[in-house]
């Protein structure tokens, strides 16, 4: 969830400190990929401050926009659970408040993990996504710790539910690599989608030239934190936090057009962030 930086931090890792930085960084550019330029769609929005959290709006089932807003709160995250049919709301807040909690694969016990993204106070962040019929939880999470906040809400069936626009695009997550187009175009409209069976991330790290993004693949890909952390010229993109399975989001890209490297922090069973077992590879956004 977007608690990824509790994730990153657990049990001292190997690569957190770099993982607690580019998520932390990314929070400065939300207004980035995630601002204007969304289609006509339904809005849902989210409300994140110190102590609550809220969601309004088109609560029917079908594509949505999703406009997240903060206030008073430097960097959080705004994160939507589907809940599995049977399963209380309560279930779901009791696990990720637990010692367990931040084991995001063990969320598919309760629900999955729909909606995922960075807001910070003056960064609100526009994403589209698909909400199914259901209950649902929304969570405030913070750099680390159990979620600050918790909502309930229900998303009724709709009779003509809205399709969503066709993206442009498709980045696609799976076990462990990142597929799809290695050229993005500002004002396209692309997709991120996990099509693994674990929970995946998407987080883009500028470079400044195509040779300094491969080398960071190299270095990130053997666990050498101080050197690719020396590579990386700007703050990270988000482009999704941790989904379920099957979850997408899709945004408008507004980045700076020029030479980035993805990313995937997530941890095996065993300990290993999925950047070293190839989740992270070279793309370019253009104009």
């Known amino acids: 969830m977007s608690y990824t930086c509790q994730v990153a931090r657990r049990g001292g890792r190997r690569l957190a400190a770099l993982a607690v930085t580019f998520l932390l960084l990314a929070v400065g550019v939300l207004a980035g990929p995630h601002e204007a330029g969304a289609a006509a769609l339904p809005t849902v929005a989210i409300g994140v401050n110190a102590s609550s959290i809220t969601v309004s709006g088109s609560l029917q089932s079908g594509a949505v926009n999703i406009v997240s807003s903060a206030t008073g709160v430097k960097e959080s995250g705004a994160v939507l659970v589907a809940l599995k049919p049977g399963v209380g709301a309560e279930q779901l807040v009791a696990f990720v408040g637990s010692k367990g909690g931040s084991e995001l694969n063990n969320v598919s016990k309760f629900g999955s993990i729909m909606f995922d993204t960075e807001v910070g106070s003056g960064h609100p962040s526009e994403v589209q996504t698909f909400l ?47 597929r799809g187009p290695a050229t993005l175009h500002v004002g396209e409209l692309v997709r991120f989608q996990n099509e693994g069976f674990l929970v995946h991330m998407d987080i883009a790290a500028p470079v400044k030239s195509r040779k300094a993004a491969k080398a960071l693949v190299r270095a990130i890909r053997a666990g050498h934190e101080k050197q690719a952390f020396r590579l990386v010229s700007g703050a990270p993109i988000t482009f999704a936090g941790p989904l379920s399975a099957g979850a997408f989001q899709q945004e408008v890209i507004t980045a700076r057009p020029g030479w980035y490297v993805q990313l995937c922090f997530m941890d095996t069973e065993d300990g290993r962030s999925h950047t070293l077992l190839g989740m992270a590879r070279v793309i370019k956004i253009a104009k």
């Open 132 to 178: 199914a019929p259901g209950q649902y939880v929304a969570l405030a999470t913070q750099e680390q710790g159990p979620p600050r906040a918790h909502a309930v809400f229900s998303v009724s069936a709709s009779n003509a539910p809205v399709v969503l626009p066709a993206p442009q695009a498709t980045v696609r997550l799976i076990d462990f690599a990142f």
